[in-house]
């Protein structure tokens, strides 16, 4: 009876937490629901910005670091950092949606059931380090550029894989061909194929945004706690997806530790549980000295383990060197990726000047999945390496609605400030031109008006039945090229800076 009542403890303790897991993936996937509601529907909706990236603590100290000072109004990075302090790395186990999807693949790696507990190393650690190191390159990046934190902040990868999924997915067959699922969300699927390897792959050595978490969670008020039952079996290292149990299951390191309660849940005798009190405080120990087993609380005979600030050892000569040289390359990576000759593209309304905006867009598509005639597209090898995935106008696929049916949705949404605001006086996104060996009017003496009925701007302009451009209306919005009858569209608009004849 006891040990069924123990083992019914544990699998509810478990639902709870995927419950807690698919509601907030739920709330965090809400605001794709307008998009796809306009894409099978095509009708008009609201839209709502994320409500995921303004918690995200690793961006807003990027965005401090790259002098936008706008990150301090929002309070959410600081109060995720202050529960992290209270309740460790529970964000990972719990709410990171991410890692939700990282549990929900992983019952296919149905080969990860036979996990025997490794021995440990000397030091009591198999985590990477490389995750702190990634942390330092991107925070260092940031000084000049955030666009690398973009690229690594898990976050910003779920966002990004899950809006360009359904805008694939639900998008035209000429959106597909610009790079389709090939490119949006390399890292997304490296992701998931890492976990069928090994569990929390990602979580464990790669992920600077967990890396970020584990400096404040080792003073975590909320602890796991062994009591003298325990058999010593193992099965609580078994269970742990993170290997935060060290070679003494007594004594388990907060830095790792998701409270996923994995390790209650196999437990045999009821001996692993969590509960306030005690607090882990963090020992900085010089090198080659043990690591302690824990506190004992002898009242309660219970453990209450303590943690390193660096796996099993102290910040060591070689470790505050490559500390240096992940700064040091955060810093060159992107002055180096703007040496290659780039295109010049069409960027949203708004947009900040190419080179600040290359250095400013964390390539999140928020823009691209608010964009009423999804002429947003992400870019793929158009405007070279430095661009992939940033927001490009392709006016063939859909013109921009700026001031016609849209109230500056790209700079609503767009959570770095890489975008905006912008006046109808202001705007100006390209110019078109007419290919006069490809247009009807010019080529054949068709009488083809599309492309003067379709301008917005009264910029397109007919003379002797042949279309002309006034460059001094002409902002650039694409909706004359998206209208064109002729197969790849007889006018294009051309980037301001692009000479057109």
């Not at 309070?75 to 460790?88: D, E, K, T, Y």
């Not at 451009?469 to 294009?492: L, M, Q, R, T, Y």
Request: glycine share 8%; charged share 15%; proline share 7%.
């Amino acid at each position: 009876m006891a040990r069924t009542r123990r083992i019914s403890t544990g699998r509810s303790d478990r639902l709870a937490r995927r419950m807690v897991q698919w509601g907030f993936l739920c709330l965090f996937i809400l605001p794709l629901l307008p998009m796809i509601y306009k894409r099978l529907a095509f009708q008009t909706g609201s839209d709502y910005a994320s409500w995921l990236l303004p918690w995200d603590p690793l961006l807003a100290l990027g965005n401090l670091l790259n002098r936008n000072i706008s990150a301090l109004i929002i309070g959410a990075p600081l109060l995720l950092l202050a529960i992290s302090l209270v309740l460790g790395r529970s964000f990972c186990g719990w709410i990171c949606p991410l890692g939700t999807v990282m549990d929900l693949v992983q019952p296919l790696a149905f080969w990860h059931k036979q996990r025997v507990a490794r021995p440990n190393h000397v030091n009591g650690r198999r985590n990477s380090r490389l995750r702190y190191l990634i942390l330092v390159a991107a925070l260092g990046g940031a000084l000049l550029s955030i666009k690398l934190l973009g690229l690594v902040d898990p976050l910003v990868i779920f966002t990004r894989a899950a809006t360009a999924g359904i805008a694939n997915l639900l998008g035209s067959r000429q959106a597909f061909e610009r790079g389709g699922l090939t490119y949006f969300s390399m890292l997304f699927i490296a992701i998931l194929v890492l976990e069928f390897w090994q569990p929390r792959f990602w979580c464990r050595h790669l992920c600077p945004q967990g890396a970020l978490l584990s400096l404040v969670s080792r003073f975590s008020l909320l602890n796991r706690r062994v009591s003298a039952a325990c058999s010593n079996c193992s099965l609580c290292r078994q269970a742990c997806p993170m290997d935060a149990i060290l070679q003494d299951e007594h004594d388990t390191d907060y830095s790792d530790c998701t409270l996923c309660l994995e390790c209650e849940s196999a437990c045999p005798v009821r001996g692993t549980s969590f509960g306030f009190g005690g607090l882990a405080l963090a020992v900085w120990k010089p090198s080659g000295q043990p690591a302690p087993s824990g506190k004992t609380n002898r009242r309660q005979g219970e453990y209450i383990a303590s943690a390193s600030i660096l796996p099993g050892q102290g910040l060591s000569r070689r470790q505050f060197l490559q500390g240096l040289g992940a700064l040091a390359a955060g810093l060159a990576i992107m002055p180096i990726t703007h040496l290659e000759k780039r295109p010049s593209p069409l960027r949203p309304p708004g947009a900040l000047p190419e080179t600040d905006f290359l250095n400013v867009c964390i390539t999140c598509q928020e823009c691209i999945r608010v964009c009423p005639t999804r002429g947003l597209q992400a870019a793929f090898l158009q405007t070279g390496l430095s661009g992939i995935g940033m927001p490009v106008l392709v006016p063939r696929l859909g013109g921009c609605s700026l001031g016609v049916s849209c109230s500056q949705l790209c700079e609503q949404v767009c959570p770095v400030n890489a975008i905006q605001p912008v006046s109808q006086q202001q705007l100006k996104i390209g110019t078109a031109h007419v290919d006069q060996s490809t247009c009807l009017a010019w080529d054949q003496g068709v009488k083809c008006l599309v492309c003067v009925e379709a301008c917005q701007y009264h910029a397109a302009i007919p003379y002797q039945g042949r279309v002309t451009i006034d460059v001094n209306k002409c902002v650039g919005c694409g909706f004359c090229e998206s209208g064109c009858p002729v197969p790849g569209s007889a006018i294009h608009v051309f980037p301001p800076d692009k000479l057109t004849i």
